[in-house]
């Protein structure tokens, strides 16, 4: 059996090019798999469908998370796939295995007030404000905001014009506060109309090279200390079409707003918004003293 698992690994390593953390990982949790069944007396050749879902109850009981669960279960069924492969094993128990579901977490989102709190800091760049109205208030990606060229942005329209993933382009408003500040940003730098939106800047305010993404996640996350939580581009994203649920927009429009071709991917913000509605009403009525008796 441990002859085996030793010939696996080194199969993973000298064919697949697997890390050795990796390799360790995955003889863990083989290793685990096979001394439990040996406990139970049941020998490798023996183990059935009945033996693997006793043993994913043994994990469940261990309160084991479903991440850990699918990552062992991963692990198993490679090891048995090769051992069916080279002809050891005629059946796999494993092989029509029902695994549980990986629950998503809800994207973390922004109140208005932090966003509001972040956007009137006089320890903010003009352009960082630039960065944080496009992000949140347009809703972009962080890809589509460092592609944005001056001449996609219409001031007096009053919207840009975004090209998404696979070249689907969309327009989207821009605010008067978004306008307001792109306007004193464009004056200030004083851009062309093909130049990037994003671009350095040296001391004597002459141009560099254009922002990339790398730049853009940088600058985001270290608005940590103007809000004191961790937030990263997406985040603005994920609180522009929460923002606009809260505020009864429809699902449809979100969802044109965001660029997503299905609008599967829109509903779980409503997730998100209802989660919020729940924790406003939570605040008020929870922290209501009970009425006297007098």
Not at 255 to 265: K, N, V
């Amino acid at each position: 059996m441990y002859l085996m698992l030793s010939e696996y690994l080194n199969h993973l390593s000298q064919e697949r090019g697997y890390s050795p953390n990796t390799l360790e990982a995955y003889e863990r949790d083989i290793l685990e798999f096979l001394n439990f069944h040996e406990t139970q007396k049941v020998k490798l050749y023996s183990i059935t469908r009945r033996e693997v879902n006793r043993y994913l109850a043994e994990l469940r009981n261990r309160q084991n998370a479903t991440t850990s669960i699918l990552r062992k279960i991963s692990s198993i069924k490679g090891f048995y796939e090769w051992l069916q492969i080279r002809g050891t094993l005629k059946e796999n128990p494993m092989a029509l295995l029902e695994l549980p579901k990986r629950r998503k977490p809800l994207p973390k989102v922004l109140s208005v007030a932090e966003v509001s709190r972040l956007l009137s800091s006089e320890e903010l760049c003009l352009q960082d404000k630039v960065i944080v109205e496009l992000l949140y208030a347009c809703g972009l990606r962080v890809s589509e905001l460092v592609g944005l060229l001056v001449k996609a942005i219409d001031i007096g329209g009053g919207y840009i014009r975004v090209l998404g993933k696979g070249g689907k382009e969309r327009l989207i408003p821009l605010g008067d506060v978004s306008v307001m500040v792109i306007k004193k940003y464009l004056l200030e730098t004083g851009l062309k109309a093909d130049d990037p939106l994003l671009i350095d800047l040296d001391g004597k305010g002459l141009l560099k090279a254009p922002i990339n993404r790398r730049k853009v996640w940088q600058r985001v996350r270290d608005m940590k200390r103007l809000i004191g939580r961790e937030v990263s581009p997406h985040t603005f994203r994920h609180s522009f079409a929460t923002h606009l649920l809260e505020n009864g927009a429809d699902l449809r429009v979100v969802q044109e707003l965001l660029g997503h071709s299905d609008i599967s991917t829109t509903q779980i913000y409503t997730q998100i918004s209802k989660r919020h509605v729940k924790l406003a009403h939570r605040n008020v009525f929870d922290s209501l003293e009970p009425p006297s008796d007098n």
